[in-house]
């Protein structure tokens, strides 16, 4: 089983609309949890933790069920500038190291 | 604004040539990512520094890439000989103590013909 799992898409929504993103981990000692961004031929960027009551960014919202393994990104309100890969990532316990899903690309159009 | 930096942003070698590539972390931050990035495996973590010491390079194919910190404000990534297959993007990140968040440099997009 894979680390850290997401559908890699493209999900292609018009803009306005809801969409929301997956993601499993199998380390069930993980402590912290984060969505990062990646644009085309960029670096991956941080978009925000994911803590355990779920916490809220404008128009992003990120849940987590532990018991589920389970880790979720809700974007409202599309924009066209949210296009890009959303990178579901987990730390491994007791370490500084990060493990990284392969993404999910979102695609809004006009 | 506080960044990562990293040199050369791009390379293009032949098949057995030396490549290093550099890093400069963000100021204060103690511990230090490599990372490749290929369309079929995702980001791969490579090796890590934590206060210029190796913790972690299992990652790494030992026989032909090394990492150093040789200070504070440098780290460095050398493949030698190189190989097409190692042609890949390789970020370097850095974060604090605390673990967690890691910030991401700009990228070395490495082809190797």
């Known amino acids: 089983r894979k680390e850290v799992e997401q559908d890699p898409g493209p999900f292609n929504v018009p803009e306005g609309a809801t969409v929301a993103f997956n993601c499993t981990y199998s380390?069930?000692?993980?402590?912290?949890f984060f969505w990062y961004r990646q644009d085309c031929r960029k670096e991956p960027k941080l978009l925000m933790s994911v803590y355990s009551s779920g916490n809220e960014d404008g128009r992003f919202t990120a849940q987590l069920n532990r018991a589920s393994q389970y880790i979720s990104l809700l974007i409202r309100d599309s924009k066209l500038s949210d296009s890009a890969t959303y990178l579901c990532?987990?730390?491994?316990?007791?370490?500084?190291?990060?493990?990284f899903g392969k993404g999910t690309m979102l695609l809004v159009s006009p | 604004d506080a960044r990562v930096t990293q040199t050369p942003r791009h390379k293009v070698t032949e098949m057995g040539q030396e490549v290093t590539m550099r890093c400069q972390p963000i100021?204060?931050?103690?511990?230090v990512f490599w990372y490749r990035q290929t369309m079929m495996q995702g980001l791969e973590l490579l090796a890590y520094f934590r206060n210029r010491a190796p913790l972690d390079d299992s990652g790494m194919p030992k026989d032909r890439f090394s990492a150093e910190m040789p200070d504070a404000t440098l780290a460095t990534l050398k493949i030698q000989p190189s190989e097409p297959r190692d042609s890949a993007v390789y970020f370097c990140a850095s974060g604090d103590y605390r673990g967690g968040k890691q910030f991401f440099g700009p990228g070395t997009r490495l082809t190797v013909l």
């Open positions: 990532v987990v730390n491994n316990a007791g370490y500084s190291t990060l493990t």
């Open positions: 100021l204060g931050h103690n511990t």
């Open positions: 380390n069930s000692a993980s402590q912290s």
